[in-house]
């Protein structure tokens, strides 16, 4: 950016969706050159952390062991997600599902999905009651927990703690009997601390608004990534995640989600990246379907 003083963009280099020649990723804990690209085809070094994003707040993340976690599985109608996405197989095997709150652009494809993988979906604990309850889940696969819980699927090395967000959660099912809509209870809307084996912490915020314990996070998980979203209207501006990146959480990487969807969703990652001035915090725009190594 001309301007010196603001936080520079991180060069990606990116390689097409679906080509066809393997690259290999650059580490960006110690590059300032990350790489960006579309998983198929693409060959990514071992041992590392791979964050996807398919749009909105949907996430595939890749743990150093090889496990895969999907966040937020927006997918089959989702405008922003690549068209080779469109389908949940096209995810690969899924371990773990994690879905933040009920609304349907977070929570759309995710029983599914759990289904497909034969994967639980951990939520808040009132939307997975009431999916067992309607018997859109087993219970098996839409374990409870809640917030300041954490908790160890995929083994003792990763360990995923619910935290506060300030949304909604309403859960709008179609009852197959009436074929009309009805509201069910959704749980609190969380957000989710990802502590991966080799202690790299990942803070999906979901939708959220700003809020004081912010700060509280930063200073008890110190996240070293922020998926964080900055469209505005249901959730934080870019101005707001300025300010819960820059002044609250101070984590080293951001990957600004959850904007351009829809009209209402206005912000974007220049305007976040010019609204946090000096920060030290390296932003990573990225264009769904691709993906960054750490």
Known sequence: MKNKNRIFYITLIIVAAFATAACST???????????????????APGKVTVQWLGQAATKITTPTGKVIVIDPWLLTNPKVPEGYKRLDALGKVDLILVTHAHAD???DAPELAKLNNAPMYGPAGLNQSLVTLGVLPAALAPRFNKGGTITPLGPNIKITATHAEHSSELVWRNPATGKDETHVGGEPVGFIIELENGFRIYHMGDTGLFGDMRLIGDYYKPDLLLIPIGGHYVMDPRDAAVSTRDMLRPKFAIPIHYGTIPQLKGTPEEYISAMGTSPTRIIPMKPGEAVQF
């Open 26 to 44: 650059t580490d960006v804990a110690s590059s300032s050159a990350p790489v960006a690209a579309s998983t198929a085809g693409t060959t990514f």
């Open 106 to 108: 977070h929570f759309a």
